[in-house]
């Protein structure tokens, strides 16, 4: 794919959705932080379900550590892995209040040195709290990527880095919503919705749905 077309790609995204917007609902880097670790194996719709009565009892890491393991377990408990998730988040609340006071870290080593905290999930904190420039490659971004030849990779990192190196650096900031919004509602995985496409000509994707 020419440098030209993932342009007109992303140009077509934004036009499409000026300015996108986590599907998360959160009010803190922290607040982002627990969803984002809670959403891993399971949908937004069903972390923001939980986390609306979590987030009005327990906002910071010293209130969800007044919770406990099971005390959070029982807010997230309709969450698919909640028990793994409660211990992580417990153990990272500690973490923040023992090592950085509070805040959530700014840097990738020390937000991916969290318990239950990840490249991907590091990512998304990055780029949606601090603003910084990074993709978070997710199943749907991943799929993305490879399907319509924006950036075709064997693994999530090797989509990443290419991402990093081929969108063009006006796009950065954004890429990584428009394309997971993209995969979610139009590119999908069993059938992509290719009528409705706004980049429908410009995808190398060789069986375009009709």
């Not at 805040?103 to 080593?109: A, K, M």
């Not at 199943?139 to 190196?165: S, Y």
């Not at 919004?181 to 995808?203: E, F, M, Q, S």
Request: glycine letters at 6%.
């Amino acid at each position: 794919m020419s440098p030209e077309t993932r342009a007109e790609i992303f140009k077509r995204l934004r036009a499409a959705n000026p300015n996108p917007r986590s599907e998360l609902v959160h009010g803190s880097p922290f607040e982002l932080l627990v969803s984002v670790v809670l959403s891993a194996q399971a949908t937004d719709k069903s972390v923001n379900f939980a986390t609306a009565k979590l987030y009005r009892d327990a906002r910071t890491p010293a209130a969800l550590l007044r919770l406990g393991r099971r005390g959070l377990e029982r807010y997230i408990k309709s969450i698919g892995l909640y028990r793994t998730k409660a211990k992580n988040l417990i153990a990272t609340c500690k973490l923040l209040l023992e090592k950085h006071g509070g805040p959530v870290p700014r840097t990738r080593e020390e937000l991916e040195a969290l318990p239950g905290v990840g490249r991907k999930t590091a990512n998304v904190i990055l780029n949606i709290a601090f603003g910084q420039p990074t993709i978070a490659v997710d199943t749907h971004i991943f799929r993305v990527a490879n399907r319509t030849g924006i950036a075709p990779g064997k693994n999530v990192v090797t989509v990443e880095e290419k991402l990093l190196k081929v969108v063009p650096d006006e796009f950065k900031l954004d890429a990584h919503h428009w394309l997971i919004l993209h995969g979610r509602y139009v590119c999908k995985a069993r059938k992509p919705d290719c009528p409705k496409c706004t980049i429908r000509d410009l995808c190398e994707y060789r069986y375009k749905s009709e």
